[in-house]
């Protein structure tokens, strides 16, 4: 990977990575050098006229054959970016993505608005623990529960959680069987991808566990059992479950939950590009 400086590197890589149909890649370029480089976004821009660091160009080499490959930039530097926070991924998590930190946000305002005092949290099928190590950082006074059916993914959660000091509790199970007793909010980002749809997705979305995105032929094969789970132990009164849905189930998703929950109100939420993103399910 010959460069005369690390400008021209950024170039060559960027050229590469478009090549291999990547849209943001001088972005991806950029990103990649500073993780191989171990440079923050100030010192590459310092460096753009210097000769790059031979001693770390055979890893930058290996990190940009993996992009063009279509693996996905978090899993390649490690890191993601979640509610300001910087958490660890790897091929065993679903990556975090923006539109699902409001999940956070309807969680937190709902608990203040009411304020419930020391409220009881359960994020079901954490993954990356994301939402609930987010939860448990933004609401200290907050019980937070997580779970997963994945080892895998708990242990990068467990680390994630003792990396940014959040205190929560952590099961390995099937949804909500691994909890006991009631809680005030349960938040979740299950799999709701229809199988149909699986071949068809972005290259990058394929390298993510099929476990934490395939919802079965109707894409309700995990939100069914979640939702009886969530019946029988979300608090009868002043509670909510805030559940991360994809548009083309969105309304047998509305159908399923009025009859799981014929006297909560139900309303669909939408993220910034006004794609239906969550359903809000709230008891009074």
Known sequence: MPAETVSALIQSITQRLSAAGIEDAGIDARLLLRSAFGWSAVEQLGHLIDAPPSDHLAALEAMVVRRADREPLQYITGR????????????NVLIPRPETEQIVVQTVEFIRERKIQNPRVADICTGSGAIAISLALEMPA???????????????????????????????????????????????????????????????????????????????????????????????????????????????????????????????????????????????
Request: proline share 7%; glycine share 8%.
């Open 80 to 91: 993601v970016e979640f509610f300001r926070r910087q958490f660890s991924v790897d091929e």
């Open 142 to 284: 907050a019980e937070v529960h997580a779970t997963d059916i994945s080892p895998h993914a708990l242990t990068i959660a467990q680390q994630n959680a003792n990396d940014l000091g959040a205190e929560l509790d952590m099961y390995e199970g099937n949804l909500l069987e691994p909890l006991s007793g009631q809680f005030d909010v349960i938040v979740s980002n299950p799999p709701y991808i229809l199988s149909g749809a699986m071949p068809g997705l972005q290259a990058e979305v394929a390298r993510e566990p099929a476990l934490a995105l395939d919802g079965g032929s109707d894409g309700l094969e995990v939100i069914r059992p979640l939702f009886e789970g969530i019946s029988a132990m979300l608090k009868p009164n002043a509670s909510a479950a805030f559940i991360e849905i994809d548009p083309p189930i969105e309304e047998a998703v509305m159908q399923l939950a009025l009859e799981q929950f014929p006297h909560a109100g139900i309303s669909l939420l939408t993220d910034l590009a006004g794609l239906t993103r969550c359903i809000s399910i709230e008891r009074a």
